[in-house]
């Protein structure tokens, strides 16, 4: 049964850091690029990080550059984004998300809130 379980999300102050793992099961991890989504109240999805399989290139959404870092542990088939001075705009669900071809899967989401 494949899986991708976030974690890590929460309420912050603006200025503070976060940081999301997402656990994956159930499929050969090491293989799929990897990436963040979120989703903020009245927008659209947006595609915040990704990287590679075995952790060669990563790519950040202009918003979150200098501020966001993309990381992957093949042997805890884990991916994580350390978030360093958040932002209200930054409050949104963030989502795990795998993908190799046509093979893709999502996590549930995990809540994260910038407010002061």
């Known amino acids: 049964q494949v899986q991708l379980v976030e974690s890590g999300g929460g309420m912050v102050q603006p200025g503070g850091s976060l940081r999301l793992a997402c656990t994956a099961s159930g499929f050969a991890f090491r293989i799929y690029g990897m990436s963040w989504y979120r989703r903020a109240p009245g927008k659209e999805r947006e595609l915040v990080a990704d990287i590679g399989s075995g952790g060669g290139s990563a790519n950040y959404a202009d918003s979150v550059k200098g501020r966001f870092t993309i990381s992957r542990d093949d042997a805890r088939s884990t991916v994580y984004l350390q978030m360093n001075n958040l932002k209200p705009e930054d409050t949104a669900v963030y989502l795990c998300?795998?993908?190799?071809?046509?093979?893709?899967?999502w996590g549930q989401g995990t809540q994260v809130t910038v407010s002061s």
């Open positions: 998300y795998a993908h190799y071809y046509r093979l893709e899967y």
